[in-house]
């Protein structure tokens, strides 16, 4: 009898999970809703009858009780990397040039996607089981976002397979908001005077953010999956293959991926998504296309935060015509005096727009903009939506003023020595403060949670953060008092600062906000510098004398080292970069397959080593390959590498490699 109820129970979750797959994966239901309740309600019953049988797995599991106190971290065994951006066809072919050029004579073919505009995400399935979801976090740690992504119907909790599946199986992917589910949650909020969210994206961040997963489960949301992670055994050999066995597996792939042999058809098929892309229910940005061979992608290796196989194709900008209301003059984290107008709100590229730049007051003259007039706005990419030109004249004009003081200290301002921008000169100016602690906070850069706009303004406000250091000496009571800050806001706060202070070497300089150092640049500094300490102490003519920085870029440094050291001093207190390896030949013409878990490393930053070394560090062991580096659990690799005869390292001795020379 009790053998019965388990078989019973058994047989209702693999047809409930059928079913999903079915209706959530495909959109190919084969049963009514009612049909599907009745199944649920069966296994449901059948559970609560017999709750011994109850586990982790079962589709009636899926939504925990109870909510979370906070998110942990998870730190990503391999780490998830962004993408370069291209605007055209242009762009496109000379990508292709360049993979052409690393790839020698070998033919290569692409495979294009749809850029869905989500939340990248993690999924570890250990034996096909669901076992973490982790967000992006910083691409090294993401929030565990396990108890939320579960309510996802279209992320299965087990796989399918016989058996056949990777005892460790991560799966990256995208969790979205479809459109017609965010207009409608929008609505819902507008209902109950909530407000709503920008965008499909927001909407979905936000949603997967919720400390209670049963208002998660009640959002909506769906997966595609598009990558993977750690894999104990490869999948396949190259990522179409993966695709479709991430679908033999239950997982949800996008149903539009497309493979293209050359750039001609790769940038065909942009060009046609561009016309038609709006008609989809979920929003995308662009397009990514991806070189399909795993063996290829390893030859093509990574550059800083994105790898060279992979790059994103980014639809025009779209442009809308609305109303300029009022025109309000803003103050940078430089003293730029910026004029933005404040518009009557419109939909543009998903997002509700109500505020866009006209950048200086040149540009305000010369579109002859006024409040109450019509205007095109445009938005690219990531950017800010800008005013584009005046499409109509209000009936009465209202000329604007250019300020002679600034708006927040009242200090004189001065135009610049190009002329065009006019800033506040007072190196105190608080509207000034304000923008850098933002930038300093901002995901680019430090990526400090909880630390919004309007935290900000109080701590400025209320003069408890005088400059960038600061932050750092904050403390909970500090926080306690201020505006909509509780106990465990305050801890939010505070332990996001905490985690910002190990932050990369680059994330700290680009935080500066130094003139003309911007992400790229402050990556190749922390890559010549390597240490906090080592950047400070750096003379202009060395900084002129790096490759791709220059005498302008060497100028504006030493400029902000003369008057902020000490600044940099009270900061180099606190923070605590990773350590950088260096470029060296260490291991020229070295080449290292990497396997298994390691203490030190992630295999990607083991890899990464190894070419920074001048090594090769393909995925697969041949004839070829001098040394196998051997974690814990390593598996068929170690095999391989045993059976060819090659020599198998451990870390330790892969350290000593590092430091002195690749032989053994
Ligand atoms: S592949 C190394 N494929 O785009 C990059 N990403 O701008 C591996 N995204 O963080 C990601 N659709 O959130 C990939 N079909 C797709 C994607 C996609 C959207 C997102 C993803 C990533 C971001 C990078």
Redesign the pocket.
Known sequence: MVKDVKKQIRQLRGEIREHDYLYYVLNQPKISDHQYDKLFAELKELEQANPQFITPDSPTQRVSERPLEGFTSIRHSVP????D?TYNAEELRAFDERVRKQLGSEDYDYVV????????ISLRYERGQLVTAAT?GDGEVGDDVTANVRTIKAIPLVLFGDGKIPDVLEV???VYMPTTSFIELNRLRAEAGEPAFANPRNAAAGSLKLLDAKITAARNLSF?A??TGELSEPLAANHYQTLEKFKKLGLPV?PKIKRAKNIDEVINICLSWTERHSKLNYH?DGM?I?INRFDQRDVLGATGR??RW?I?YKFPAERAETIVESIDVQVGKSGILTPVANLTAVQLSGTAVKRASLHNFDELNRLNVGVGDTVVIEKAGEIIPQVIEVKAKAAVNVPFEVPTQCPICGSAVARDEEGVYIRCLNPDCLGQLKERLKYFAGRGQMDIEHLGDALIGQLVDTGLVRDLADLYKLKKSDLIGLDRMGEKSADNVIKAIRKSEKRALARIIAGLGIRHIGGQSAQILSEHFGTFPAFMAASEEELANIDQVGPTMARSIREYFNKQMDLLRELLKYLNPPPKTQRTDKLEGVTIVVTGTLENFTRQQAEQAIRQAGGKAPSSVSKKTDFVLAGKEAGSKLDKAQKLGVTVINEKQFLEMLVTKGEQ
């Open positions: 998830m990397l962004s993408m951006n996607e749809l850029k869905i505009d989500g939340l990248a992006r990256r992917g995208e595609f598009y990558a996008n995308i990514v991806k994105a790898p992979c994103s």
